[in-house]
Each structure stands twice: as C-alpha cells, then as structure tokens.
C-alpha cells in the first residue's frame, strides 16, 4: 500500500496515470508530449508505477507500450472513501447543531400603532438628537446610512459597560430600518417597518432577531415597550 501512494505522490506520475487512462496503450514518446522533463526522468517515474504495479509493459517490435492497471488504485479509493465518509457525518453533525442553535434562538416581534405620521416616527428613529430623548441611552452616534457603524450608551452597571454597538445594515426612508445590536454577548439585529395607516398615523413593525439567552429576550420585550411610548411622544411632538 505505501508503494501505491508513493507512486501516485508526484505530479508527473499523476499526469502519466492521466495520460493512460484516457487512452489503451502508449509508447514512451506520446507520454512525454506535454512534460516539461526529458525521456529518461519519464522512464524513471514509469519505472516506479510499474514497481507499484500500477503500469504494465510489453514490446511491439523496437517499441514499449505501457498500459494502466487501476486496480492497486482502489487502495486510494478505498483509503479516500473512508475519510470521506468520516467527514461526511462530522458535516452532519455540525448541521444538526447549527439546527439546534438556530432553534435556540429567539426571535421578539411587537407591533404598535403610533399616533403620528411615518415621516415624523422615521425622523424620531433615525436622527441621533431624537433618538436621546426617546431610547435609554443618553448618548450615541447613530446615522442612518448603509455600513456606518455606531453605539448607543448609558450608565453602566456592575458588569456592563452600558454600550451597545451596531452597524447600519438597511435604511430606506420612510419605511425600513435595520441595524446589529451587539452587547454583553448577544448579537441582533433589530428591523423596524413603517405603514402609514389610512388615518395618517403609524403602524410600526418591530423585529429582534437571533436572541439567544431568555434575560435577554424578556428585557427587550420591557424594554422596547417602555421606549416606544417615549418614541411616540417624540414623533407626536414634531408633527
């Protein structure tokens, strides 16, 4: 078995193997159209295929005609096939826990109804001076464009630092926002939608994804409560 390996580890074996597999049987001179090494390293490295018995030869008058012989190939196959089956359920296995993990997590979905237009609750969502008078952090860098990369922050408290970092991820005003919200170790995304009702007010649409810890989901769900009739304040103001 190692002599079959051995043979097959060089490039130029490889290439020969190809050659005589695609074809019966060749002479010396068609083998080497193609390599870039002289006759006698192609006789070198045929010697060793024929040494692991995986070329044959036999004259034809003044010339050799070599032949391929697969089957100590199948010790590769089989040697292949093994790890390849190994890797195959080791796959499956990291499937089954992604599954699980995606199960795991949470997903928090509220929806309001605002008494104010769609262009004055996306002002109060979007602009970072509105955004202190309304959300818990009292301070942040938040603007709405596609890539920019923000925080929020607070007092902190034993434990955490009180930010929250985000990256712009969608923002198509009046209606769709969507931002990372990354903090002691979750990271969300949050989505708000905007719907402008037949009476002018707003419908707003709220979306945290991939909540992993149940602290987590059930603070948010308090807190977006709380925050969103300050945000309705906010918005009721500017119109």
């Given at each position: 078995m190692?002599?079959?390996?051995?043979?097959?580890?060089?490039?130029h074996r490889r290439d020969l193997?190809?050659?005589?597999?695609?074809?019966?049987?060749?002479?010396?001179?068609?083998?080497?159209?193609?390599?870039?090494?002289?006759?006698?390293?192609?006789?070198?490295?045929?010697?060793?295929?024929?040494?692991?018995?995986?070329?044959?030869?036999?004259?034809?008058?003044?010339e050799t005609l070599y032949r391929l012989n697969a089957a100590p190939l199948k010790q590769v196959y089989d040697w292949v096939s093994f790890y390849e089956s190994f890797w195959r359920a080791q796959v499956l296995s990291l499937q089954n826990f992604l599954r699980k993990e995606r199960c795991d997590m949470k997903s928090l979905q509220m929806e309001f109804h605002l008494d104010a237009?769609?262009?004055?609750?996306?002002?109060?969502?979007?602009?970072?001076?509105?955004?202190?008078?309304?959300?818990?952090?009292k301070e942040n860098t938040f603007r709405p464009i596609v890539g920019?990369?923000?925080?929020?922050?607070?007092?902190?408290?034993?434990?955490?630092?009180?930010?929250?970092?985000?990256?712009?991820?969608?923002?198509?005003a009046p209606r769709r926002l969507v931002y990372t919200w990354e903090?002691?170790?979750?990271?969300?995304?949050?989505?708000?939608?905007?719907?402008?009702?037949?009476?002018?007010?707003?419908?707003?649409?709220?979306?945290?994804?991939n909540i992993q810890a149940e602290q987590a989901y059930q603070g948010a769900r308090m807190g977006w409560e709380a925050m969103v009739r300050g945000l309705e304040g906010v918005a009721k103001a500017l119109s």
């Open positions: 190692a002599d079959v390996f051995r043979a097959i580890a060089d490039a193997i190809r050659k005589l597999a695609a074809g019966s049987e060749l002479p010396l001179h068609a083998l080497m159209q193609g390599m870039n090494i002289g006759r006698t390293a192609v006789s070198k490295h045929l010697a060793v295929l024929k040494q692991a018995g995986i070329v044959s030869e036999r004259r034809q008058g003044r237009p769609v262009e004055a609750v996306w002002r109060a969502l979007t602009e970072s001076e509105l955004l202190t008078q309304w959300m818990f952090f920019h990369q923000f925080y929020f922050k607070m007092q902190g408290t034993d434990g955490w630092d009180g930010v929250v970092e985000g990256e712009v991820l969608a923002a198509e903090s002691l170790g979750e990271k969300n995304e949050i989505a708000w939608k905007l719907e402008e009702t037949p009476e002018g007010t707003t419908r707003l649409l709220l979306e945290q994804r």
